[in-house]
């Protein structure tokens, strides 16, 4: 019995007490209220909570995030456009040449390129594993190529200006006879690259080339050499009998009027008939041509104008007439080549 009291004084002790005032109403309220605020903003008293668990599914997120794209790139070797569009963003390296970091997105834009072109020869559809393999290979391989003469031209202070890519593409359209606008169609539909990619590799290209030229001291030697017998009035004939491997002579070559080959008909086109160019840089050619203007003869069996069909002298000539005594020239080329 004595122990039924004591928890009734017990449970009674947490009642209202019998007499009311207002510090009684107004302590009664504030626990009312603050029970309320509880249950109304839970985030006030489970703050520290809330931090921590957001900080730790960030952080796991984060880690699943890079371990699928480690996944993606290094174990499944994806170049799906998502792949290429994360490796644009981030910088991650898939070789490494002498100490200098080859991006990614490098290696992507160049396979990109050569599987569009493969999968156009194969009407739309996936080209064969084989095939596909060696393009992997060759775009990895151009991607090394420029990553080590980014490197070399680092140390050179070699460098290539916005004017100098602007030239070189204007040159490639003007060739191509193409508006600009058709001109950018072409590179996406037939290379899957945007103008901004072109200007990229168009750049890496004349690096490349502006590089060669410099750490080719041999080349160089071999070209002076070439102009001072030139200069002294010797033949391009006699002076490859002289220097032997050094040079490479061609006696007759027939260039295209679209430039196609890289410089050497721009050359051709600067010279009087006789008249013998100096050791020039080209694009296409490894090494410094040296160009004689001379004179031949052609006959026009079939003829085929930039971006037209295939036609025949006759139908050329009709609506290209040709003066009689016409002469076609074409060049003597002399080429000191670079080693590979």
């Not at 006699?238 to 032997?244: F, H, K, M, Q, V």
């Not at 490894?286 to 085929?304: I, R, S």
Request: a negative charge; charged letters at 25%.
């Amino acid at each position: 019995m004595g122990m039924i009291k004591k928890l009734f004084r017990k449970k009674s002790s947490n009642k209202l007490p019998t007499r009311i005032t207002n510090d009684t109403v107004a302590e009664h309220r504030e626990r009312v209220l603050a029970g309320g605020r509880k249950l109304k903003y839970p985030i006030q008293y489970t703050r520290n909570t809330l931090v921590r668990n957001a900080i730790l599914i960030s952080l796991g997120a984060l880690v699943a995030l890079v371990v699928l794209v480690w996944l993606q790139l290094y174990i499944w070797k994806d170049t799906s456009d998502l792949a290429y569009r994360i490796t644009r963003v981030v910088p991650l390296p898939v070789a490494n040449i002498d100490g200098q970091s080859v991006r990614y997105s490098d290696y992507l834009m160049y396979h990109r390129s050569t599987i569009s072109v493969l999968e156009g020869q194969q009407g739309g559809g996936s080209a064969p594993s084989d095939r596909m393999r060696f393009q992997q290979e060759q775009a990895l391989d151009r991607a090394l190529e420029d990553a080590y003469a980014q490197k070399l031209a680092k140390e050179r202070n070699i460098s290539i200006s916005d004017e100098q890519v602007d030239k070189f593409i204007e040159q490639q359209r003007n060739d191509a006879d193409l508006t600009e606008e058709a001109y950018v169609a072409v590179v996406n539909d037939h290379l899957r690259w945007t103008i901004d990619e072109l200007r990229q590799a168009m750049r890496n290209t004349l690096l490349r080339q502006e590089v060669a030229f410099s750490v080719d001291d041999e080349a160089s030697t071999t070209a002076q050499q070439v102009a001072d017998l030139i200069e002294q009035g010797s033949a391009l004939a006699d002076i490859a009998e002289s220097l032997g491997d050094k040079v490479e002579y061609q006696p007759e070559v027939v260039v295209p009027l679209d430039n196609s080959d890289g410089g050497i008909s721009e050359i051709a086109s600067r010279l009087e008939v006789g008249q013998t160019s100096g050791a020039e840089k080209t694009i296409a050619r490894d090494g410094f041509p040296v160009v004689t203007c001379g004179l031949g003869g052609l006959k026009l069996l079939k003829l085929q104008r930039p971006g037209k069909s295939a036609q025949s002298a006759d139908a050329f000539l009709r609506g290209f007439a040709l003066e009689a005594g016409t002469v076609l020239q074409p060049p003597i080329v002399l080429t000191i080549p670079q080693p590979t």
